[in-house]
């Protein structure tokens, strides 16, 4: 199984940063082979899609964010990163990070997700 562990939320002023990370770990778990992704999910809402990299380094984003969140990894410490900047009330949210081998970019069928980090904008 993966496991995943996320950081770095938490309690943000409107314009301000934060870096999330995702722990990974697991027997059999290479991360250069798996594709990751960052989803968050609002009270009442659906779950989403806000960027997602796949095993080559290709990224993709939800287009709200593109030019505000950076998706990335380091393989070496197998751990995923998401930088947050610009940060609004609208991203407020519980971020999870997800794992799986095929790619799915921002859909939901990643079968490793973690236990979610809190991101409140303020």
């Known amino acids: 199984h993966v496991q995943l562990v996320e950081s770095g939320g938490g309690p943000v002023h409107a314009g301000g940063s934060l870096r999330l990370s995702c722990a990974v770990s697991g027997v059999g778990y290479i991360i250069s082979a798996y594709c990751m992704g960052w989803f968050r999910q609002a009270p009442g809402k659906e779950r989403e899609g806000v960027a997602a990299?796949?095993?080559?380094?290709?990224?993709s984003y939800k287009d709200s964010v593109k030019d505000r969140f950076t998706i990335s990894k380091d393989n070496a410490k197998s751990t995923l990163y998401m930088q947050m900047s610009g940060l609004k009330p609208e991203d407020t949210a519980m971020y999870y990070c997800a794992a799986d081998v095929p790619w799915y970019g921002l859909g939901t069928e990643y079968n490793y997700w973690g236990q979610g980090t809190q991101v409140t904008v303020s």
């Open positions: 990299i796949a095993s080559d380094g290709t990224t």
